[in-house]
């Protein structure tokens, strides 16, 4: 069974930096694409960037021009640089990992987003 686990959340002043991390069980190429979502508090979970195995990237507008995804085949993982936090970015941030219509999720990480 394959396994994402998000790591990296926490509490980050506004205009602050964070880092977000998933390590996947297996080898990331296995899938179509990986991406991550956030889903603030009220709200519904949105899509925010994605990677796709060619390493075609695609950003919200929500989040461009902010944020940074990269990632490792030899770590099995995939980062999401963030800068110039706001207010608005406060949520609970899933990686998703697609391998054909299947859908895999971690179970997220909290970031807030507060002086």
């Known amino acids: 069974q394959v396994q994402l686990v998000e790591y990296g959340g926490g509490l980050v002043q506004p205009g602050g930096s964070l880092r977000l991390s998933c390590a996947a069980s297996?080898?990331?190429?296995?899938?179509?694409?990986m991406a991550w979502y956030r889903q603030a508090p009220g709200k519904q979970r949105e899509l925010v960037d994605s990677i796709n195995v060619g390493g075609k990237i695609n950003y919200a507008d929500a989040v461009k021009g902010r944020v940074a995804i990269s990632r490792d085949g030899t770590k099995n993982t995939v980062w999401r640089q963030m800068s110039s936090l706001s207010a608005e970015d406060t949520a609970v941030y899933y990686c998703n990992a697609r391998i054909l219509r299947v859908d895999l999720w971690g179970q997220g990480t909290p970031v807030t987003v507060s002086s």
């Open positions: 297996e080898n990331i190429f296995n899938f179509n694409s």
